[in-house]
């Protein structure tokens, strides 16, 4: 099992983890994430399985619309068309991720964990892009049960998309 940072992991995810991990060794593929309101949670239990932290090659932490440009070339127009937390900027973000890492599969989030004006509560998109295959998108409507749990949430939803692109 894995040694996460938080005993709040419930074990599910950290099986999962564990199990997505273990199917990209085997496959001898890489991950990659792209995310912004998990705020890099993600990529923290993709290194915490011992033996499998070859599978994990990059995360990209792009919180701000300036970052999302600036590291993932998200382009501002599409920013200021769809909003942050949008499908386009999902796929945008997953494919903006794989172009600037050598993984093979990444994951991208985004979305409101949080109460804000900008948007409703717990709206997540998320993109899944694999080399050689089409980027996958999902969107998720967790309500407003708090940003903690919308952020357990999105970890068990970017597993299922982890495990779909690894099949």
């Known amino acids: 099992m894995t040694e996460t940072l938080s005993s709040d992991i419930p074990i599910d ?17 890489t991950l990659a994430t792209a995310e912004s309101c998990t705020g890099g949670l993600l990529a923290s239990l993709l290194t915490d399985v011992e033996g499998c932290s070859h599978a994990f090659e990059r995360g990209f ?11 993932l070339g998200v382009p501002p127009e599409m ?5 942050a937390v949008s499908e386009p900027v999902a796929r945008a973000m997953a494919e903006g991720a794989l172009a600037q890492s050598r993984a093979d599969i990444v994951l991208a989030v985004t979305g409101y964990a949080g109460p804000t004006e900008e948007g409703e509560e717990g709206l997540v998109h998320f993109a899944c892009a694999r080399r050689g295959r089409a980027t996958i998108h999902c969107e998720a409507h967790y309500g407003a049960v708090g940003r903690g749990a919308v952020r357990i949430e999105c970890l068990r939803t970017a597993l299922e998309m982890i495990e779909e692109r690894l099949d």
């Open 79 to 83: 920013l200021e068309a769809h909003t």
């Open 61 to 71: 932490v792009v919180y701000t619309e300036a970052a999302k440009t600036e590291l």
């Open 13 to 29: 995810i950290e099986a999962a983890v564990a199990r997505s991990l273990r199917r990209a060794c085997d496959a001898e593929l």
